[in-house]
């Protein structure tokens, strides 16, 4: 293991050295100059040679080598204006730049917006997509909410299963394979309301990043992909309020200056509240009492101690709350169940070139289910907790070469089904017992270039896994206490991405990526939903593993505005899990017994044309691909495709500027039919006719295909008040895309005959949606 | 404001209840047209006799009408039933060479059915199986060539402590009282439940009427039983729900079945349902050649009539 570490510091260093002389560095923060957010991947170049750049990394911190001298550097972010600064170096140099939000000079905004497309030809990552928040804020949505996660499945590659839900799989890896990070806590369940609406309040965030292919060896713990949420660290120039009214849920932020240009905080809450208003209606009726509803709330502090040292502390809390009352039977089910995360993170620059981010994140999932009928009481809990630490090291070594290294533990505590019961006389549970784990990861990686045709993205990331008691073994029967060491599992993950330029403006990608996972979602649903149970590689529960490798040709074209893609990808997957067929869901001590082991392919082409600017803004992307699995005790060890498997797969997403008021957006998708099992047979047995199934997934459904479309009518924009008005209509034409099929005995007694009958269910209808949004600020 | 909260209404409204339903035609698949086996052997007092039906299923896209129905049924195989001690040869029997007291014997399991004089069966008429808490019984099934074969096992019997009835919960049924039963569950044993009601000498179809010792291992408990009825059914009493009337007479039956038989009714219940969110259900079959059920059950019975408050 050491002799492969060295080899590859040795690799990686001795392609990317070169000749320091006589150079300095310039280093510092980019910062939004209105309200003073740091700006992550922010371009920093210099102008006679715009090969010799860098970037911003997380934080908002970069760092530039230059030869002494004169030099004009340019910095530059979608959106906002360049910013151009001259210098004479002659020694190590912090400059931090604040750029303004590009409304009044439109070529220069071009220009970043040219600058920001380049980044897809030069840059190394294959498969990553940043969303822009303002973007996403003019699509059409269902019900108006604004969706992050909805959002991500409109690109290539990315797919939903069920229509309405947040939920997603890219490039074939299952929803329980996406690593969805919010300010770098791991976040669990991301749906409210069985999925419909995602747990990301997008008033809230920054940004969003997706990686779906070529991975970096700073991420891990899943398998297929990276969603990188940040939240807004709070405005720290003046105070300002956002809110908006929509048919779901009503949304208000506040953020501003503690001490101005050194601590601001930011808070932002969600809340639905259309049953709550029904109440009245339900007063002295049957369900009297019953309600549902879901919150969000966002919080974040920062504060600056000096350019060297600065500490976040950002939190979510979210829950979706269900309450059914049936009055006439005293009976009453409760079921709240959401997130909580909380982060700690301290950024120090020990020089120029050194940057460390160190965090201390927490976060839990809990799902809780209880009924009562008069002293008769139920309650289900199952849920996942972790303790985190992370120390992540950016080490600008030189123009050529970009360093990231660092570890991360995680010590996780997994709650199955644990159950309890009370009556009169008795108190009884199942004696559930979590399982506790920790979790080690290292990683090293080069961002470097190795010529000026080639750079690459060389990285690896060692990771550890350990079980530990109580428990006891379902091999042997051995009994663990709590400090015994169940089982442990190493895996090394190597992750390669190189960039070869072939023209003025294309480039070929390809990457190689090794992925392991401890954490597994099993479900017996067809897209996630709240009761499904995260469970733990164990002595008897192999972690996943996977490969990907990825393939790609970028250009642009007409001076950067129209960016081009395609991408192949082909994906082998190890240790997959299921549930057995006979799976009913309910609540089993012995859980690991109900799974199934298997093995997953994926493998698909992505086409994808974006246009970022002009009056019309938008892309398309279309992908043609198959995800299947094979299973020892699944349609006889025969691949099958999964039912998130959509060979054809199209999205256009359409922004068109009307006017400095009015701004118009479409949205069309197009996919396959989603995959189900077919019934084959109807047989005899306890007096009725029953249904025996075909091969797992082997019919579809008809294909899926919608329309959706977006107004958004904007206010005179005033000093300090600014509001709008957005209008949508999903499903523009009514298409009655089958949400899941229902299956009947339609028996006609008069003539002595009877049919089993199957029908299609439709969810969502033509649904118009209206929102107002306002703000308010002192600057 | 207040529009947006009407308009809020309407549009929650539309979303939660205009969801639409409309005649799907599946794409042909090739249907298995596999052996089914009902087969059933119960210790208990009553003395039910083993018995086994067996049929083939048929194509989904089938029209059934009471000829093809007939056919499913296969009256020419040779079906054994071995104890360990003895090997019994079943007699294919039909309802209406039957007695009034064995049909009521195979009502009380087997419904309405047997009333029907078309409905034959393999049954261990003359009670030749000894039929016995621990043992072990083979199937074996011959029919033109094919081989069907299974195994179960009659677990330990129930220890039944008492029945009895307590008012209804929630708002109070003069009429109506909610069952109660003290049983005790044997200490680290995984056990396996399902009960069975004839109420008013009708058959009561035990649905949702299963259950094992997750949290009430090796204790003594006192639990409430609902009515093993389907509120989807019209003999659902909606007022009163899954209590009994009182003065009904009832014959309450809890019986113990081993970890296939319990797994192959858990799932079968679900196998009919494929709901919004869920995945399909396949039954688990514990039939070798075919798919169905050879099960055994242990059980106590227990005569009551419902008091009179």
Redo the contacts between chains.
Sequence with gaps: MIRLLLIFLIVCFGLGSSNAQNKYTVSGYVYDSDGGETMIGANIYELSNIQNGSSTNNYGFYSLRLIEGKHLIRCSYLGFQNKDIEIDLHRDTVINISLMPGVLLKDVVIDAKKQQARKNVIGTQVGTVKLEMKQLKMMPVL?GEVDVLKSIQLLPGVTSV?EGNSGFYVRGGGADQNLILLDEAVVYNTGHM?GFFSVFNADALKSTTLIKGGMPANYGQRLSSVVDIKMKDGNDKYYSVDAG?G??SSRLTLQGPIVKDKSSFILSGRRTY?LD??QPLLKGKKFEGTNYFFYDFNAKFNYKFSDKDRIYLSGYFGRDVFKLN??????EILMPYGNSTATLRWNHLFNNKLFMNTSLIYNDYNFKLGAA??K?SFENYSGVRDYNMKIDFDYFLNNRNKLKFGSNYTYHKLSPDI???Q????D???EGVPTFTHENSLYILDEMKISKIFKANVGLRLSSYSQMGNYTSKIDSKVYSPSDLVKSYYNLDPRFNIRAITGKNSSLKASISFTSQYLHLVS????S?PSDIWVSSTEYVKPEKGIQYSLGFFKNFKNDSYETSIEAYYKDMKNQIEF????????D?NLENKFVFGNGRAYGLELFLKKSTGKLTGWIGYTLSRTERKFDLINNNQWFGT?FDKPHDLSLVVNYKLSTRWNASAVFVYGSGRR????????????Q??????DRN???LPAYHRLDLSLVYKSKIRKNWNSSWTFGVYNVYNR?N??????DTDIDTE???????????????I????S?NFSWNNK | ?NR??I???I??S??LF??????????D??????Y?V?GQLEFSILNIPTFVIL??????F?????TL?EN?YIDDAEVFVSDGDKKVKLSYVCAKDLSFPMLFKLYVV????IFNSEFCAYLDINNKLTIEEGREYQLHIEHKGNIIESITSIPENVNIDSVYFKET???KIDSAAMMWVKFSDEADVKNYYRYFVIENRKKLYSYNSLFDD???DG?T????FRKPVDPRSPDFNKDI?FTYLRGDTLQFKLCALDEDHY?FR???????N???????????DNIEGG???WGAYACEVVNIIVPEK
């Design positions: 019900m069920s069985l009214i048919l779901i259309i208003l029904a049936f009055k006439a039977r005293a009976f009928q008069e008769f159950l309890s019961a009556g009169e006389g008795f009884l549970n199942n017996n649903s067809s897209g939903i057995r067929e006979d799976y009913v869901g309910g609540i001590e039912t189900y099992t077919p019934v084959s047979d109807i047989y005899i047995l306890d007096g006719f029953n249904l025996e199934y075909g082997s019919a579809s009655k089958p949400s899941f099929i229902n299956y003539v002595g005959k009877s049919q089993i009958t199957a029908s299609k269910i439709t969810i969502f209808p649904i118009p949606s209206i107002y | 404001m947006i909260i308009l809020s209404i549009m929650i539309s979303l205009t969801s639409c339903e409309e005649e799907f035609v599946p794409s698949v090739k249907a298995k047209q596999e089914v009902e049929s083939k299923s048929t194509s989904y089938s029209t059934l009408d009471s129905v499913l087997l419904g309405n059915k919960p929630g708002e997750l949290i009430i204790q408990v006192d639990l409430p729900g797994n858990e799932s079968f219940l679900f196998s009919n494929q709901g919004p969110f869920s995945s399909y259900v396949r039954a688990s798919i169905g059920i």
